[in-house]
């Protein structure tokens, strides 16, 4: 089985915008799967989705992220290979559009898993990426956004290959209004993003609470235990509930199947699975009496 599932975050947005989300997630998603298609790894599909989100103004990740309260952009994002896992990330990196291309050259680097701030541009010098020209990244809809304190949606996908190989990746413009230098849940692995032997986690939504309770591992965990894929995103989500009154929503792949769920009203969905594509903007799940 090959599968790519892509996630455009877990929010509440607009009627209008619900098309517009559905059609970038379809993208992205057609984007993975052809390197799936073409016998390419999950690593390289998850990378090339979230690339194409990124530079989708409608998402919280690149061009259209949340800007903290001084009015700029930095962004977070983490790429994990299941099958030794590895990582590489970013976090807080001013002016940087394809912050999942940084985290992936920060993993095929080997030195460390996670740079941050603006000194992860030297390194980003040495492997041939710019920051983005002052203000391209910022769209009239992030600036709405931050007036009101609302964020938009962190973007993420999970694969697996033909050869059986899990990744996950993971791409954010935090949240609007948020202190310079703030961390989320996205670059941190086991939090926003995980990937090991046996599944691919991509998690969105308040990242406070995705960390306090170390969201994806804690779905991995289950599955590792024989849990089924579904049941664990459940239970995953309950206890992040009910231990941080907090909301999230998260996309998991194992070898038997995949779950898209989350707390909040909306998450824009997209998978390819063996070539059979759908796509959706997801309902709410209620935790009552988990």
């Known amino acids: 089985m ?4 892509v996630h455009g975050g877990a929010g509440e947005v607009t009627a209008d915008r619900h098309e517009r989300l559905r059609d970038g997630v379809r993208v992205a998603a057609e984007a993975g799967d052809a390197i799936l298609a073409a016998g390419g790894s999950a690593l390289d599909a998850v990378v090339a989705a979230v690339r194409v989100l990124e530079d989708d103004p409608e998402y919280n990740a690149g061009r259209g992220s ?3 309260r001084d009015g700029s952009v930095e962004t977070d994002a ?3 290979d299941g099958e030794h896992q590895r990582v590489g990330a970013v976090a807080a990196v001013p002016d940087l559009g394809c912050a999942i291309a940084l985290a992936r050259a920060v993993l095929d680097a ?8 603006p000194a992860a541009w030297k390194f980003a010098a040495e492997v041939g990426i710019a920051p983005a020209p002052a203000g391209s990244l910022v769209t009239e809809r992030a600036l709405a956004r931050l007036a009101a304190r609302r964020s938009g949606g962190t973007v993420g996908a999970v694969a697996r290959d033909r050869a059986g190989r899990f990744a996950a990746a993971t791409s954010t413009g935090g949240i609007a209004g948020k202190r310079s230098g703030r961390v989320g849940d996205s670059p941190i692995p086991g939090a926003g993003t995980w990937a090991d032997a046996h599944a691919a986690i991509s998690a969105t939504g308040d990242g406070e609470a995705i960390v306090r309770v170390a969201l994806a591992r804690g779905v991995a965990a ?6 089924p894929v ?9 206890e992040l509930a009910r231990i941080t009154g907090g909301s999230a929503g998260l996309i998991a792949l194992s070898a038997t199947g995949f779950a898209t769920l989350q707390l909040s009203p909306t998450m824009p969905v997209a998978w390819i699975v063996d070539g059979q594509r759908a796509d959706h ?3 709410r ?3 009552v009496g988990m």
């Open 281 to 283: 903007l997801g309902e």
């Open 66 to 68: 949340a800007l903290t």
């Open 285 to 287: 799940y209620d935790v």
């Open 230 to 238: 579904a049941s664990a995103a459940r239970h995953a989500l309950a």
């Open 222 to 227: 289950r599955i590792a235990a024989g849990e």
């Open 110 to 117: 080997g030195e460390h898993a996670m740079l941050a701030g």
């Open 2 to 5: 090959t599968a790519l599932i």
């Open 78 to 80: 983490a790429v994990m």
